[in-house]
């Protein structure tokens, strides 16, 4: 987002925000130490997977607390709550998966004394160390200290108590410019600190505009150098770069990594928290100190030891990614807001006019009656059914919006129903929650009862949305909760909850509830009006929490043609690629910048739509086991420590590294390519350039390198980036699938042939794979897929085979009788010994030849050829397996590759 002159503005907001000093919990806990919390030696028991144990405040006696610590095998989850807290403390439900019981492992004893407790999970390969007094935990895997808790004794947990005379300022009551905070139930923040050990890079806390590694906010001395960072998800329209102050979502998520050893931790909180860090000047730790205003400690400890391991470990915890329908990857093309109906033919069919594929046209607020959700405009959207309708019949979608404040009109019998159902948040005096949002006076439906989510899920059928059809999905915006006349533009944290609980325990969790329920209700839907099989949601949510990606996506934050273009071509390589407007802006479709721009545009997105059975496969990845689609160069080289602060080159995958240009006027891009192999490290990386295939090693020439070792550094080197394109390179060793022709959407693509693109490595190898569904239902889930392996080996033989997911994923093999309809019709092969010239390629049953020959990488004009291209393959992605053979037939008719 571009600011401009708004530095004013932005200053104003700054101040507009509450930082610790403003929150009494967080002034009164930052930096302060105890060491009166001990266990008690005679409570410690370890049966099977579970150690627990009492601990105690020395310094009161009420503050009386349970401890239990459960092994999940690489999973150590940290559990301390208040027994005898009335009401019981808040915990999150339905964010972890119940399978998480499925995990546990026995803990083996290796000593116990009198001051400290030793044991063992032998499938983690992990210890740990638990003192008594005061508490500590400390981590080893394989021999090696991770983390240490509460070693530097920040552990505070406030416990409940009565309210007395002479208590100190803000425990039962605290004001934030002309709000206030009743406070209730008085005290009851905890604080914790977590040294990563042997770590210099921390990564996570989203969401916040700020660098991948984050940056320390307290020096080495022990000096707070800025303000911590906040999770709080807050309606933040216009934000400073470079902050620590929170967004529109939080997960309490925070990674460490170094060469050989990638960690997490997890802290399932719903509450407003702060977290500091401190980084070790010259190796060594990694210091944190977390507190949350409520809640208990639930405390994960993620053991990796690789980043793909720690995450899916996570994945374990909270799901994977939801697999999208084919259309949500496509191009989607939003503005506040399309005015009517004519207005949306309009745009629709400009995209035709200037061949330009796009999935997805979006509706803003302006759509409904008076900002009642559920409902349209007659004057603007008379017939919407026809208008969805209209736009399907070109394979495309629609997108409306419905955002979780209701309109407070007893005229709506939308929001009567409601009343008299009683699903609304209370306020502190248990009446319904009255806010002010777009519709005016507003209350909010408490979508943390399964009561009210149900309710609201049933509102998506096609006979109480009326004028939506089977062809609509939803976008949930506003759902942080925004509040415009509520404590920084939110709910007052005293409101209610179901079974009395406060606002304030919930409030991170609001949104992801809200988009729970809503995805739920587009599933019923599917289920009604499509059968057995079903439809998968897509709900675009702006609020999230951890859990949130088994749901659906969330988005991020909105310039001259120069930079609309550059963000065209990086959104192209996103996990969501959404062009969207504010109402006051002008007009954004791709054809209103000048000729020479919407061609720089349609190519950006054409490219998109050539990676979607890539980014499809990536995203199974993601659902099954937790990899996320777009990733930072040390997760894909884990090995490499020059890599660990790297945060413009990103990675798409594990295939794709990608160089974008982020500012107006440059012309070049700093480009790092690491060499070292993250499974391999005898062996170094070549790359290809994406656009013309020529071959990176390293001293940045093409051809394969042999002679790079594992301590070379990356390839770093500035590379011309003109407007019209934007620099990626392929990874030596993977295989890249295409779908090279240009339709109007991606449902006019369901059954065009495949492009195999095989970048192959230093030693003329290469491996990807290919996942193919129906793109839209849920038939997946009883085996109504393929996937496909393809390994193309030194020998010269690439095979088909089936591809193997992890037993983790819950998916039942692929039926063997499911046919895709799509075929494999060319391969490209970069890097070849000798180059491309004189090959020739027989399929290996029949010995049939295919027609084989030089030829560039794409068909833009002037590329040198650099690959062997093999036409008219006619090779099926499902069904049985299959080999061809790579035969070099210049100077030895038999010789292979």
């Known amino acids: 987002m571009q600011f401009g002159n708004k530095s004013s503005v932005l200053i104003a907001l700054v101040f507009a925000l509450a930082n610790c000093n403003d929150a009494a919990f967080c002034s009164r806990l930052r930096g302060n130490t105890s060491a009166s919390f001990g266990i008690d030696p005679k409570s410690v028991q370890v049966k099977g997977s579970t150690v627990t144990a009492k601990i105690s405040n020395s310094e009161d006696p009420k503050g009386i607390f349970d401890l239990v610590i459960t092994s999940h095998g690489n999973i150590i989850r940290m559990h301390i709550n208040e027994p005898a807290a009335k009401p019981a403390r808040y915990e999150v439900p339905d964010v972890l998966l119940p399978s998480i019981k499925n995990l546990q492992t026995p803990w083996t004893i290796v000593k116990k004394t009198a001051t400290k407790i030793k044991l063992r999970v032998d499938a983690a390969d992990a210890d740990i160390e638990l003192k008594f007094l005061p508490i500590q935990l400390i981590i080893d895997v394989a021999g090696k200290p991770l983390m240490s808790w509460n070693g530097a004794g920040n552990f505070i947990y406030e416990h409940r108590r009565l309210k007395q005379e002479g208590d100190p300022e803000g425990w039962w009551g605290e004001n934030y410019k002309t709000h206030h905070d009743s406070k209730p139930r008085g005290p009851e923040a905890i604080s914790w600190d977590l040294s990563f050990q042997g770590f210099d890079h921390v990564y996570g806390l989203p969401e916040r505009a700020k660098a991948l590694s984050l940056p320390p906010t307290r020096d ?117 807001n399309y005015k009517d109906q004519e207005d949306v033919a309009a745009v629709d069919a400009g995209f035709d006019a200037h061949d330009i594929p796009y999935d997805v046209l979006w509706l803003d607020i302006e759509h409904t009656n008076g900002k009642r959700y559920f409902t349209w405009d007659a004057n603007y959207f008379p017939t919407p059914a026809q208008m969805q309708d209209g736009i399907a019949s070109r394979g495309r979608k629609m997108v409306t919006i419905v955002d979780p404040h209701i309109k407070r009109d007893t005229e709506w019998a939308f929001f009567n129903e409601a009343t008299e159902k009683n699903l609304f948040v209370k306020n502190k005096d248990g009446n319904d929650f009255d806010g002010w949002c777009w519709p005016g006076s507003s209350s909010y439906l408490d979508q943390t009862s399964p009561t009210v989510r149900s309710w609201w899920a049933d509102q998506f059928a096609l006979d109480k949305y009326i004028g939506s059809t089977k062809n609509l999905y939803i976008w949930n915006d506003m759902n942080e909760p925004s509040v415009f006349n509520g404590p920084e533009i939110t709910m007052h944290k005293d409101s209610l909850h179901n079974d009395g609980v406060e606002h304030r325990d919930v409030h991170n969790a609001y949104g992801y509830y809200y988009h729970m329920a809503t995805a739920d209700g587009l599933r019923r839907r599917g289920f009604t009006e499509q059968g057995p099989d079903g439809d998968r949601p897509f709900v675009l949510s702006r609020a999230f929490f951890a859990g949130s990606q088994r749901i659906g996506a969330i988005w991020t934050g909105d310039n001259d043609a120069e930079l609309m273009t550059r963000w065209y071509q990086l959104g192209a390589f996103y996990p969501f690629f959404r062009g969207h407007a504010h109402l006051e802006s002008k007009r954004r479709e791709p054809w209103l910048f000048g000729e020479e721009t919407t061609g720089h545009i349609r190519e950006a997105i054409r490219r998109r739509y050539r990676m979607l059975p890539y980014i499809y496969t990536l995203f199974l ?12 160069l040390w997760y894909e080289f884990p090995q490499d420590a020059s890599v660990v602060n790297e945060d413009k080159v990103f990675m798409l995958g594990n295939a794709i590294a990608v160089a974008p240009v982020l500012a107006q006027g440059e012309t070049s891009v700093r480009v790092v390519l690491p060499q070292e192999e993250s499974k391999d490290t005898r062996k170094s990386t070549v790359w290809y350039d994406g656009d013309t295939g020529t071959g990176i090693a390293g001293d940045a020439q093409g051809g394969r390198s042999s002679s790079l070792t594992s301590n070379t550094k990356p390839i770093e080197f500035t590379a011309p980036a003109p407007i019209n394109t934007i620099k990626h390179f392929l990874r030596g060793g993977t295989v890249v699938p295409l779908k090279e022709r240009a339709r109007r959407s991606s449902a006019a693509m369901a059954t065009d042939p495949v492009t195999l693109v095989i970048a192959l490595d230093s030693n003329g190898e290469a491996q990807g794979d290919l996942y193919v569904d129906d793109g839209h239902s849920f038939a997946f889930q009883r085996g109504q897929y393929s996937y496909r392996s393809y390994v193309f080996a030194a020998d010269g033989i690439l095979k088909s085979v089936a591809g193997e997911l992890p037993k983790t994923a819950g998916l039942p093999v692929s039926n063997a009788d499911y046919v895709s309809g799509v075929m494999i019709d060319k391969i490209v092969v970069l890097g070849l010994v000798d180059g491309p010239e004189g ?24 590329l040198p050829n650099v690959a062997l291209i093999v036409r008219k393959a006619q090779l099926p992605v499902s069904g049985k397996d299959w080999e061809l053979k790579f035969l070099k037939t210049k100077g030895s008719a038999a010789s292979t590759a």
């Open 839 to 862: 090959w020739a390629v027989e399929e290996s049953v029949s010995g049939s030849r295919l027609e084989a020959a030089p030829g560039p990488l794409s068909l833009r004009p002037g």
């Open 220 to 336: 080495s001395n022990g000096t707070y150098i800025s303000e911590p960072y906040r999770l709080y998800n807050l309606d933040v329209f216009e934000y400073l770069s470079d902050s620590p102050f929170g967004l529109y979502g939080s997960i309490p998520l925070l990674w460490a990594h170094r060469p050989g050893q990638t960690v997490g931790a997890f802290w399932l909180n719903a509450a407003e928290m702060y977290v500091d860090v401190e980084k070790p000047t010259s190796g060594g730790s990694v210091s944190t100190q977390w507190i949350a205003e409520s809640g208990v400690l639930d405390l994960f400890f993620l053991l990796g030891p690789s980043p793909a391991d720690a995450t899916s470990q996570f994945a374990q915890l909270t799901g994977g990614t939801a697999l999208p329908q084919t259309f949500a990857l496509g191009y989607h093309q939003c503005r506040w």
């Open 621 to 632: 990845h993601a659902n099954v086991s937790g990899s996320p689609v777009m990733r930072p």
